[in-house]
């Protein structure tokens, strides 16, 4: 079936780090893709999305790009900053049906 | 504009009891969808509305019954509790599926003893 595997957690950055969280999928078609973010205590927030193959989705300095051949969607930021902590979620719209989760990347930002 | 309400935000139940979790969304929303969170397993589909009338099962959907008989409302009721389903609960809506943006509730800290 329809999944997404992210890396797992937690991962700890000093302020201005570059971050990396990988994400792939596995999907029949061509499932819609999307980065949500958890801060602490919260519901979840859209954080960007992609609707199809090469589409880079750009948010709050946070990056990443739709790419079919990898079946991936990395999400990046070049300077991390204490307020971007938070748990970071990949998934996908594979039709008609509601989104798939990835299990989640927590990430801890330390001044 | 509310968005999506959920309620109770907190909740404790004794095992047996059971109880509704109420989503209303003011959006007009076609699809709507209940998950839950659990640490290490990220969001787990219960259940889901394509619309008021239609609902279907999502990946663990045992112990939960739903109902959607309007566009704005998409109640979830735990039927007898158990200590496995103490979670957070989050409710979503969005106009279809695809790359419509999906809208959460604040979510429903449940605890069952």
């Known amino acids: 079936g329809d999944s997404v595997t992210q890396m797992e957690g937690p991962v700890t950055l000093s302020e201005e780090a570059f971050l990396t969280i990988n994400c792939t999928y596995t999907a029949t078609g061509y499932p819609s893709l999307f980065w949500y973010v958890q801060y602490p205590g919260e519901g979840l927030q859209l954080l960007l999305k992609?609707?199809?193959?090469?589409d880079k989705g750009s948010n709050k300095g946070f990056e990443a790009t739709y790419r079919k051949e990898t079946t991936s969607f990395h999400l990046e930021k070049g300077s991390v900053q204490v307020s971007d902590s938070a748990v970071y979620f990949c998934?996908?719209?594979?039709?008609?049906?509601?989104?798939?989760f990835g299990k989640g990347t927590r990430l801890s930002v330390i001044a | 504009n509310a968005g999506v309400t959920q309620t109770p935000k907190f909740q404790v139940l004794k095992t047996g009891q059971s109880m509704t979790l109420q989503c209303a969304q003011d959006m007009n929303h076609e699809y709507m969808s209940w998950y839950r969170q659990d640490p290490g397993m990220g969001l787990r589909l219960i259940h889901y509305s394509v619309g008021a009338g239609i609902t279907d099962q999502g990946e663990v959907p045992n112990g939960y019954n739903v109902s959607r008989s309007t566009t704005e409302d998409f109640p979830l009721r735990l039927l007898s509790a158990a200590p496995s389903q103490t979670s957070v609960y989050f409710c979503a809506s969005s106009w279809g599926a695809s790359g419509n943006t999906i809208y959460f509730g604040e979510g429903s800290w449940l605890t069952v003893v």
């Open positions: 992609a609707t199809k193959a090469d």
């Open positions: 998934a996908l719209i594979p039709g008609n049906t509601p989104l798939v």
